[in-house]
């Protein structure tokens, strides 16, 4: 239950936020189509500790924290592969979740779906209960959990990389996302945000400082 709150944080917050989050992504023109491979490129050396939740534990900003593409690709057999660039194994003592925030609407209802995609990572000399990699998929509109938390395989040693079924997402043909670093210090107070934003792509620190206002 402990490594699931962040998912929490993320529902309970994306109701006020989902009118700003839509904005945000639209702004940015950024979409995947079918058979489509989409990446949005961030400058090299940008990743920086803002914090998010005041913490006494100033952790080291890392080379995998420092987001250089963030890359959805519709693969031929209709799957969703979403990966940021680094060696996430490198990992160590603390928590870091890797965001996607998906925003489309809907072809046959006009509405808009919002959905979250977590993948965080808890290095096995961490003190979080739960170890290693884990998938969580939120449906913010719907307010609830299409895939809860769950183990993922071990990552490639040059990026944090998922595959999922486009219809966890509703099987959209085309959508806008955005992508994040993020740290949590300290594995007691897990009822609060992250205490550490790294880095974004597109660059939009005051969207995730307003996600977790």
């Known amino acids: 239950m402990q490594a699931i709150t962040i998912v929490i944080l993320i529902a309970l917050a994306s109701a006020i936020l989902i009118s700003y989050t839509i904005s945000a992504l639209r702004t940015t023109n950024l979409s995947v189509s079918s058979f489509y491979t989409s990446s949005i490129s961030d400058s090299k050396g940008d990743a920086k500790l803002i914090a998010l939740y005041k913490s006494q534990i100033i952790p080291e900003v890392r080379d995998f924290h420092d987001i250089l593409a963030a890359d959805v690709k519709r693969t031929h057999d209709n799957k969703l592969i979403l990966s940021l660039d680094g060696d996430p194994n490198k990992n160590q003592k603390y928590e870091t979740v890797y965001l996607w925030v998906i925003n489309y609407t809907d072809s046959l209802t006009g509405n808009t779906r919002f959905y979250t995609v977590i993948i965080p990572n808890f290095p096995p000399d961490s003190n ?5 990699w884990n998938l969580a998929i939120f449906d913010n509109v719907a307010n609830a959990f299409i895939t809860p938390l769950s183990k993922l395989p071990a990552m490639p040693i040059d990026k944090v990389e998922a595959m999922i079924d486009p219809i966890l997402l509703g099987n959209p043909s085309s959508f806008d996302y955005m992508a994040s670093v993020m740290i949590r210090v300290n594995s007691t107070y897990l009822s609060k945000p992250p205490d550490y934003l ?8 005051t969207f995730w400082l307003k996600w977790f206002a």
């Open 128 to 132: 979080f209960k739960t170890k290693n």
């Open 198 to 205: 790294i880095d974004s792509a597109p660059d939009s620190d």
